[in-house]
């Protein structure tokens, strides 16, 4: 048998075990005072393809959107604002990389053990 929750008019509540089939209250059984039935939305979570975890909400999702909404805990400079990447000076390849440079490719040259 569900539990049912009924609130009185002065804001507070109370709980009482009924039957599917039983009227729902008007009247506390206790004081006779007018009371409503409280409705709660049910919880749900659909399950199967094309859902996932984080489609739902968690106290930790919710501790990370907060943290973000404050700025976040970055700490990389006093005020507080990112330091742009460091890019390689214009006219100069990236370390690692070489220039190609027009000229002898290597096209012409058989390759080794081809005559």
Do not use: W
């Given at each position: ?21 039983d ?8 004081t ?44 990389d ?39």
């Amino acid at each position: 048998m569900p539990i049912y929750e009924y609130r009185r008019p002065d804001g507070t509540t109370f709980e009482i075990q009924q039957s599917f089939s039983d009227e729902a209250l008007t009247k506390d059984p206790e004081t006779g005072v007018p009371v409503e039935r409280v409705l709660h939305p049910p919880a749900v979570h659909f399950k199967g393809k094309g859902f996932y975890s984080t489609d739902y909400g968690s106290r930790a999702r919710q501790r990370e959107t907060a943290a973000a909404a404050e700025g976040g805990t970055s700490g990389d400079s006093a005020d507080g604002a990112e330091k742009p990447a460091a890019k390689p000076a214009e006219g100069k390849p990236a370390p690692g990389k070489e220039e190609k440079r027009g000229g002898d490719t290597g096209a012409s040259k058989p390759a080794p053990g081809k005559r």
